[in-house]
């Protein structure tokens, strides 16, 4: 049993080492870049078997950890259509930001969608699939629409460890740009949830994104710490 977590450990790194890889070439050929960080609480609440909620509390620093860059709460409602397998997800978001110029700019947002997933004896597979329109108050133009896909596989190193570590990748495509619809950004993530319990936990996360459709290239680095609860 011990040589099989071993096997599942090395597989693991060896995908890690492969996200790092990408992560750095993408680096070599960006032109600018920023460091920052990401808080976040979030409350969970399975009200029914099919029917749950969800209210987060975020705050972003940018500029290589030195200014804020926004507050966002978000509240999120799901449905599960398919047992264990497929659910209906709506999320509402109030975006709070601070632009480069330093003013602040007053944003909603509005997603629909679908996710899914599977679990083996080591790994799991989730997915997930949304629309998501945003509002920009003052904006000329409104709403900025756009397509995101995200895939996540987490390594389950036995039902005894606390520790979860994950890697994903989300891609955001646009749906109404001026000029012709593109890929806009592309999210890798490394990290690992560890339970403290079984109604809280703490996630830890670093994020690489990788903006495409900025003259000239950007890519950021963001830290992540969340703290999340299931009531």
């Avoid at 680096?27 to 078997?49: H, L």
């Avoid at 890697?167 to 001026?178: D, G, I, K, P």
């Avoid at 993530?189 to 003259?215: F, P, V």
Wanted: proline fraction near 2%; include cysteine; glycine fraction near 4%.
């Amino acid at each position: 049993m011990n040589l099989i977590i071993m096997n599942r450990l090395i597989c693991f790194r060896i995908t890690l080492i492969v996200l790092f890889i990408v992560v750095f070439t993408n680096r070599i050929y960006a032109v600018e870049f920023d460091s920052g960080m990401m808080f976040g609480i979030t409350v969970q609440k399975q009200f029914t078997k099919r029917f749950g909620a969800q209210v987060q509390q975020n705050l972003w620093i940018n500029q290589n950890f030195t200014r804020y860059e926004r507050y966002m709460p978000i509240v999120g409602l799901h449905y599960s259509i398919w047992k264990n397998y497929l659910k209906a997800n709506v999320y509402y978001y109030y975006l709070n930001q601070q632009s480069e110029t330093g003013s602040r700019v007053h944003r909603q947002r509005y997603q629909l969608g679908l996710s899914g997933g599977y679990a083996f004896a080591h790994l799991s597979v989730s997915l997930l699939s949304r629309f998501e329109s945003t509002y920009t108050r003052n904006a000329s133009r409104n709403p900025n629409n756009k397509w995101r896909n995200r895939a996540q596989f987490n390594c389950i190193i036995s039902k005894q460890c606390n520790w979860k570590p994950f890697v994903a990748a989300e891609v955001f495509n646009t749906l109404n740009r001026l000029g012709g619809n593109a890929t806009e950004r592309v999210w890798y993530e490394i990290g690992a949830e560890c339970s403290l319990d079984k109604s809280m936990s703490i996630e830890l996360k670093l994020r690489e994104e990788q903006m495409l459709l900025t003259s000239p290239e950007k890519l950021n680095t963001f830290l992540s710490i969340a703290y999340k609860v299931k009531l």
